[in-house]
């Protein structure tokens, strides 16, 4: 019989797996995406910010399908908290 604690830590464990094969797909950082062609070194910061903006919805993928109820509450407050700021400047 699984106990709840049990559940929670196959849940992280599975997290973790997930996280940790989507780090994986990600391109080696060394490598240029513009096919080797460097602009005066512009061209390995944009891959490198590439790599850093898909390592980060990735992550927040894993996030939002492992804890959907905490990032629905976590959108709410912002929504709301964006709305007050905003209606203060308007």
Not at 51 to 73: I, Y
Request: glycine content about 10%.
């Amino acid at each position: 019989m699984i106990t709840r604690l049990d559940r929670a830590g196959l849940a992280q464990a599975a997290w973790r797996a997930r996280c940790w094969e989507r780090e994986a797909m990600i391109e080696d950082p060394h490598k240029s995406e513009m096919g080797g062609a460097h602009l005066n070194g512009h061209a390995s910061g944009a891959a490198r910010m590439v790599r850093q903006v898909k390592r980060a919805d990735d992550k927040l993928v894993a996030f939002v399908e492992e804890r959907p109820l905490v990032a629905l509450g976590v959108a709410l407050a912002f929504g709301y908290v964006l709305g007050r700021v905003m209606t203060r400047q308007g």
